[in-house]
């Protein structure tokens, strides 16, 4: 008898604690920043803004700069967003991002997303959601990541004074 009880709450233990690492966790900025520091280079800059939002009323706005042109390099317009996870296991990264700019061709600011684990780089690649025909759209972005992460960053680079970078709605 003693046995099947302790299989019992064994069981019980362990559903439990699994419920509770499978919840996802949302970022939507409808707080503030919360957790997430910012730092930015030059003249950029960022704000929990009410200009666009995937869903809710805020996401978070990277740019503009007062940068014309040649915006990269030595002259590099950037905001970095960064979230510290301290080691929590991550099976996917999920984010909405749009662009509002000023050009109506694949030009300006583009977005790369960090993620570190275990001292290393597990992930770095770029998110471009460029304006279309002159229309701001909110896409979609999804990224398989299934390790342990200490830290997620959201680079927004070569800001300009055209434009902006908006991310919402990130998804752990």
């Not at 939507?28 to 930015?40: A, I, M, Y």
Request: glycine share 8%.
């Amino acid at each position: 008898m003693k046995i099947i009880l302790c299989s019992v709450i064994t069981f019980l233990c362990c559903l439990f604690a699994s419920d509770a690492f499978s919840q996802e966790i949302e970022y939507g900025f409808e707080n503030g920043l919360g957790d997430w520091l910012v730092t930015t280079e030059r003249t950029a800059t960022y704000k929990v803004s009410t200009e666009f939002a995937h869903s809710g009323s805020y996401a978070f706005k990277a740019g503009p700069s007062s940068c014309v042109a040649n915006c990269y390099g030595a002259n590099e317009q950037a905001v970095s967003l960064i979230l510290d996870l301290q080691g929590a296991f991550v099976s996917e990264i999920s984010f909405w991002a749009l662009e509002n700019s000023s050009f109506s061709s694949n030009f300006g600011q583009a977005g790369w997303i960090e993620i570190n684990g275990n001292g290393e780089i597990v992930e770095n690649s770029v998110f471009d959601p460029h304006t279309t025909n002159g229309k701001q759209v909110w896409v979609f972005y999804s990224v398989p990541i299934n390790s342990a992460v200490d830290e997620l960053k959201f680079y927004f680079r070569d800001l300009t004074n055209s434009g902006s970078l908006f991310i919402d709605d990130i998804t752990l």
